[in-house]
């Protein structure tokens, strides 16, 4: 894990604002803030907030990873003023499909999201596999993680979005509950810019790929929150579907039971799978 008290507290933090930065925006003093008790607006146990919260939409965002951590982030909207609050993450190298899935559901306590929004490297088909990660997830989750593509291009974009949730002018505003995801908030201070200048020799305005998997699932998640609420986006979600859909889900996820777990070159196609994923 990373250490947050490198960065923040420190005169060098302040530096690092001015030295490329992806998100100077951030600050731990106005964006990490003690859960509350939503009817009274004090001080309360995380517990609380979320038994009286159980109404609001949670989204998360995930970032894959094998070696570099899965970062997997979970977060509840406001329905009276759009404000966004993270209260946990999930940030781990090492494990697989089946192990992931079993801490996500863990730390959703029951809850169901409006979307769980992806890397999208999780929905392509590579080395002759005959499935995606994201089709291992529906399984290994009992259909309980139906992924969603999550925008990963322009970046600038999504860089856009993130810092207008962060400065919260005229408009909703992102927190995170001190203590629930710490390798997050340590990434806003790692996430830089990168230096190398771009095509035309101006300064690159994208970041560098390091200590982002926190930053990507951010981007995605609060990328997908902005365009649900612009009405741009439909949510795909299990139980919530047309009666035709849902067969054709069932259909797929009884697919992925059938399907070899070793490279098989040739083999019979699910293609029309992925795209209900999608």
């Known amino acids: 894990k990373l250490n947050a008290n490198i960065f923040y507290g420190s005169s060098y933090a302040k530096i690092l604002q001015n030295q490329g930065m992806v998100y100077p925006e951030f600050s731990e003093q106005v964006h990490v803030i003690d859960p509350f008790d939503p009817d009274t607006k004090q001080t309360a146990p995380l517990d609380v907030w979320l038994s009286k919260t159980k109404y609001w939409p949670m989204f998360e965002g995930m970032d894959w990873g094998i070696t570099n951590p899965t970062a997997w982030l979970f977060c509840k909207v406001n329905p009276e003023n759009g404000n966004i609050y993270f209260y946990a993450e999930h940030y781990q190298s090492g494990l697989n499909v089946d192990q992931h899935s079993a801490v996500v559901i863990s730390k959703r306590k029951d809850e169901e999201p409006v979307a769980s929004v992806a890397d999208p490297s999780v929905f ?61 908030i340590t990434e806003f201070g790692l996430y830089m810019k990168s230096d190398t200048p771009d095509e035309s020799k101006n300064p690159s305005e994208t970041p560098k790929k390091s200590h982002d998997h926190g930053m990507n699932s951010l981007e995605y998640v609060l990328t997908y929150i902005h365009d649900y609420y612009a009405g741009k986006k439909t949510p795909f979600k299990y139980g919530k579907m047309t009666p035709s859909l849902r067969d054709q889900i069932d259909a797929a996820y009884e697919a992925t039971q059938r399907l070899p777990l070793i490279r098989k070159p040739k083999g019979p196609s699910i293609d029309q799978y992925s795209g209900y994923l999608a």
Do not use: H, W
């Open 124 to 184: 392509r088909k590579e080395g002759g596999y005959l499935s995606t990660i994201a089709d291992d997830f529906l399984r290994a989750s009992k259909k309980k993680i139906c992924l969603q593509p999550g925008q990963a291009k322009p970046k600038t974009r999504a860089m856009s979005i993130v810092s207008s949730y962060l400065l919260g002018v005229n408009g909703p505003r992102v927190f995170f509950f001190r203590g629930t995801c710490p390798n997050t």
